[in-house]
């Protein structure tokens, strides 16, 4: 999936919040981010587009994967906004804030294609 020096994080781009978020950190983006559409993914290309459309995926340049909200974390660090988000990987707000992610990822992918699983 890697193909160049830039980090990647794949998004639900049929999501109206996701891609709004994006926008903004398209935006704000210092160029070495790069942001793929999961729909927009050629056939093949991915392994496990359910997983992808379940959480944020977020591809550093050297390979390293985080998902959720630590992918949010990571993707924001391209921009200069990124120390704002930093506090949510706090040793005492990173349980809370990853698991109201985590409720609010479930409940979006239920409310957008029916299963939670």
Request: net charge neutral; hydrophobic share 40%.
């Amino acid at each position: 999936m890697q193909e160049d020096k830039h980090a990647i994080l794949y998004y639900d781009g049929a999501c109206p919040l996701c891609s709004t978020e994006i926008d903004r950190l398209r935006a704000a983006s210092d160029g070495s981010l790069r942001t793929l559409d999961i729909h927009a993914l050629a056939p093949g290309e991915c392994e496990d587009v359910d997983q992808l459309l379940r959480t944020l995926h977020y591809v550093s340049t050297t390979g390293d994967r985080l998902v959720g909200l630590d992918a949010n974390v990571a993707a924001w660090q391209h921009t200069r906004w990124g120390f704002a988000f930093r506090w949510l990987r706090w040793p005492l707000v990173r349980s809370i804030a990853s698991r109201v992610y985590d409720v609010w990822a479930r409940r979006r992918y239920r409310r957008m294609y029916g299963d939670a699983g």
